[in-house]
Structure formats: structure tokens, C-alpha cells
């Protein structure tokens, strides 16, 4: 059963009478258990729908729908799926106390893996979960393999029911699934000799294994500092080394690198980011892998528009990762643009300064670097640092922060999108 929270004006939702508050029980007899099914099972041009409404009537619908034509019904977001595991690198044990409670749900879902392309381990898959993710063609995943070896694997993820990842990607590749893979990279647990038998194991899967990012381990203040440290440059520096030369034998053999570094990878090892091409299509680009050289592309191609800010006075503030990284974009931009651009770099005071990345700064941040800076046109912030509902880490509002500077303010990703999204007052 799926509840409906909104319904489209003028959709064919409407047409039948179809009203928020409306369960919808079964389609073609088979019943519903989350959007998925919903979607999946009303694909087809004509089926039947077997809906409760708020009164508690039950009523059957046949439709037929011109092809395309969406039904127009917005259901409430699915129970997300627990973690079964207990990884000593968790973010959420990184957390500071006192955050609204949804940040502190460890979420490991294989239906947000395939529709946000948040990464999964699949240690929780159920047997019908797999016959889901077969049937409905749930592909690419996004999967946090970590390591191949089941005893470390089970290890790192504090999980002993974990079962064999190669042999659950080999099962779902038979089927057509493919698959986004990363691994987070912890010095001592999962690098060295265990990281190339991962590499070596998951490129072995074949075409199915479309990417693998490895990514250096994230801690706050917060963090278990007593089990899992952050590679040092020295580890970066040999993990690039040997995933570059898998990524040249890959491309010779496969005509894609296959195997990227995080840009943190590279910040973290004092080394220069690889060009744009080495990115192939920038597959893993959300999962800080190629970030730089994605942003430099879409600022090259959005010139025509960056030109309505010539003249202005621009505050770009960011954390202090991308803060070392963005003096290059910034030149590209101001040049660009014809615009005066000021990059403000912000410490991140919730969760403390080894937290570098722009999207875990807190609303309060941003309202103290801007507070007294009326002598802006215009700031932007980082699009990431915001949820949906376009709250803050610390529960602050885009709008009430919005108020509470002298400056209008944007969100933006690429700088063009700031440019054609109003400001805010
Ligand atoms: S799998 Fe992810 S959510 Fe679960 S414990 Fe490990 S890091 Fe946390």
C-alpha cells in the first residue's frame, strides 16, 4: 500500500477523483509496496488500479493513458532501509549531538541507490529484494564494495552476516545489472594488497563493474579516532600510483580509465587533478570524483550566460577543500564573466575544522562570514549544502538566512546556474 500526498491539477489522477490521503492497494492485482512498484507495475498504457480512498471506500480504476502521459500522483517518500552494519568510519558517528533526527539515520537502501545514486552495500538484501531489483531492471547501482575479501569486508563493516559482494554482483550481472562501485580508502585496513585484490577482483566481474572511485576516508572531531585514521599524503600518493596504472591498462583495454580518485585523493596527496578526459563521463562526479574539472566544463560552456555579471561584485564562499581548488576556477570565471568575484573561504564550525567539504557547513556559517558585507552584489553558496526542503546542517532556512544578511544570495553548483535562478532578497 502507497499512500498519495499530492495530486496534480488537471492529471488523470484528478480526472478520477483521485484526492490526497487516497491508498493505492494493488495494481493488476499485484499489491503495492513502495513507489517503485507503483511506478514499475503502471508502465504499461492500460492496467487496473485497485485504490482505498480517505473515507475508506474501495474502488477499482481501469486506465488507459496516452503513452508518456504521466498518472500525476505524488506518494509519500518509502520506509528508507536500515544499515545493517556498523562501520567504525561512519559519518553518522561523526556527527556532533544535538542535529534534527533524520541525519542520524544510516540509511543503506538498494531503491535510493538506483534512484539518487546514493551508495549501497547490499549486505541487507533479501531474497525478494534481488528478484526487485532483477525484475524491474534496477541498474546502474551504486555499491560501497570497500573490499572483496569477505573476512576484511565483514570486518570493516563490523558486519559478520555480510555476504561475498563479488559473488552478489556476479549473480546480478547475469541478469543485466550494472554497477557503479567505490571504495573508501582507511591506511591499514583496506589499501596496499587489499586494495589491489578489490581492484583486481571487481575488474575481473568484467563490463557489468561500469566504474570504481576510491575515496579517502572522511573523519569530523566527532569520529572514532581510536580505530580509523585519514591516509596520510604519502598513502594518497601511492594509491594514486597504482590506480593510475590501472586506469591506463584499462583504457588501452576497455576505452574507459574505469578507475578514478576521488578529488580529495588528490588534494590530500599535494598532487594535481588529472584533465577533464580522465573522467570519461564523469559517472561518479556526485561522489566527489571529478568535481573540478566537471565545474571547469559547465563554466566553459555556459560563457554566453555568465556574461550578464559583468560589473558586479561577487562573493563565492566555500569549505576549505574546494577553497584551495577554486582560485583556478575563479580565474576562468572572472575572466569569463567580466565579473569582480572575492572567493570567502569558511571554516566549518559545526563539526570542526578537519571537515573541509563545502556541503557539511552550517547555515550560521555563512550568516556570520555575510553579515556585515552590504558591499556585495550578490554571494553564492555552495547548491550542496542545503537539503530538498533547502535547510541547513544546523536547521536553518535558505530564507531566514536569506534575511539575515545585507547581500542577495544564491545557491549554486556550476556559477550559470546561479546566474539564471532569482536571487534571493
Ligand atoms: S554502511 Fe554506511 S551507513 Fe552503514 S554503518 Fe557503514 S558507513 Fe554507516
Same mark, same amino acid.
Given at each position: ?91 553518522? !558517528? ?114 557489468? #563493474? ?161 553579515? !556585515? ?31 539575515? #544578511? ?20
Amino acid at each position: 500500500m502507497v499512500l498519495v500526498t499530492a495530486v496534480a491539477p488537471g492529471s488523470i489522477a484528478e480526472e478520477l477523483g483521485i484526492v490526497p490521503g487516497t491508498d493505492l492497494l494493488s495494481v493488476n492485482g499485484r499489491e503495492l509496496e513502495d513507489f517503485l512498484d507503483w511506478e514499475f507495475l503502471t508502465a504499461e498504457d492500460a492496467f487496473l488500479v485497485h485504490v482505498r480512498r480517505p473515507d475508506g471506500e474501495e474502488i477499482e480504476y481501469e486506465i488507459e493513458r496516452p503513452a508518456e502521459e504521466p498518472l500525476g500522483v505524488a506518494l509519500e517518500p518509502p520506509r528508507i532501509r536500515r544499515c545493517g552494519n556498523r562501520c567504525d568510519f561512519c559519518f553518522v !558517528d561523526g556527527l556532533p549531538p544535538g542535529l534534527r533526527d533524520t541525519l542520524y539515520i544510516r540509511d543503506d537502501d538498494y531503491r535510493l541507490s538506483f534512484r539518487y545514486g546514493n551508495f549501497a552495500t547490499l549486505t541487507n538484501l533479501k531474497p525478494k529484494d534481488i528478484r526487485r531489483i532483477i525484475e524491474y531492471r534496477l541498474s546502474p547501482l551504486y555499491v560501497s564494495v570497500h573490499a572483496s575479501d569477505p573476512v576484511v569486508r565483514r570486518w570493516l563493516l563490523r558486519n559478520p552476516e555480510a555476504p561475498d559482494i563479488r559473488e552478489q554482483l556476479r549473480d546480478l550481472a547475469r541478469h543485466g545489472i550494472t554497477f557503479h562501485t567505490q571504495v573508501v580508502l582507511m591506511p591499514g585496513v583496506n589499501d596496499g594488497p587489499i586494495l589491489e585484490q578489490t581492484v583486481t577482483d571487481l575488474y575481473a566481474i568484467g563490463d557489468p #563493474v561500469l566504474s570504481l572511485s576510491v575515496v579517502p576516508v572522511g573523519l569530523t572531531e566527532f569520529s572514532r579516532h581510536d580505530r580509523v585514521r585519514e591516509p596520510t599524503r604519502e598513502e594518497c600518493r601511492a594509491a594514486i600510483g597504482f590506480l593510475e596504472r590501472w586506469s591506463r591498462d584499462a583504457l588501452a583495454a576497455r576505452g574507459s580509465h574505469w578507475i578514478y580518485g576521488a578529488d580529495e585523493l588528490y588534494l590530500r596527496a599535494g598532487l594535481p587533478l588529472p584533465p577533464a578526459e580522465s573522467y570519461d563521463e564523469f559517472e561518479q562526479v556526485e561522489n566527489g570524483v571529478g568535481s573540478v574539472r566537471w565545474l571547469e566544463r559547465e563554466i566553459a560552456e555556459g560563457a554566453e550566460t555568465l556574461s550578464q555579471w559583468a560589473g558586479l561584485r561577487i562573493g563565492v564562499l566555500t569549505g576549505t577543500s574546494m577553497g584551495r581548488l577554486m582560485p583556478q576556477v575563479l580565474d576562468s570565471v572572472r575572466s569569463i564573466s567580466g565579473a569582480e568575484l572575492e572567493l570567502i573561504v569558511l571554516e566549518n564550525t559545526l563539526f570542526g575544522s578537519s571537515v573541509t567539504t563545502a556541503g557539511l557547513l552550517p547555515g550560521r556559517a555563512f550568516v556570520d562570514a555575510l553579515r !556585515d558585507r552590504g558591499d556585495l552584489d550578490l554571494a553564492l553558496l555552495p547548491a550542496e549544502a542545503v537539503n530538498d526542503s533547502d535547510l541547513f546542517l544546523d536547521d536553518l532556512s535558505l530564507d531566514s538566512l536569506s534575511q539575515s #544578511v545585507p547581500v542577495p544570495v544564491r545557491l549554486s553548483k556550476t556559477f550559470v546556474d546561479a546566474v539564471l535562478e532569482p536571487a534571493r532578497p
